[in-house]
């Protein structure tokens, strides 16, 4: 028995963001690694989320009270995802590599140079 070819459009074009407006979702299947989603409340806001989590502060911005960070319009989440995402990749990402270095030297420094 022949394998159907099918392949869904975020494994075909991942690096563009796919848009189903009935269901008020839009997706992102490559940023930098990262899945990024963005889904319509039915209070008409946004909601930013990154692979399955919602509730992803960073830097200087605080979560809100609700749990999750919403948005005025599409475009204010989008930049949200893109801008954490990027924060979790230069900022974050160096600053735990570097502190697992210095961890790693003080076990062992004749084995972990800092």
Not at 8 to 27: I, R, Y
Not at 31 to 58: D, M, Q, T, W
Not at 85 to 96: G, H, L, N, T
Request: charged share 25%; hydrophobic share 35%.
């Amino acid at each position: 028995m022949k394998r159907g070819l099918h392949t869904s459009a975020l494994f075909t074009w991942p690096d563009v963001w796919h848009a189903n407006e009935q269901a008020g979702t839009w997706e992102y299947g490559n940023y930098r690694h990262c899945y990024l989603f963005v889904l319509r409340l039915e209070n008409g806001k946004y909601k930013a989320l990154i692979g399955s989590g919602e509730n992803i502060p960073y830097g200087n911005k605080t979560l809100p009270e609700c749990g999750y960070f919403a948005y005025d319009t599409l475009e204010e989440a989008k930049a949200h995802c893109t801008e954490y995402v990027d924060w979790v990749r230069d900022v974050y990402d160096v600053q735990e590599k570097l502190a697992l270095q210095a961890r790693l030297h003080r076990m062992n420094p004749k084995v972990y140079l800092s």
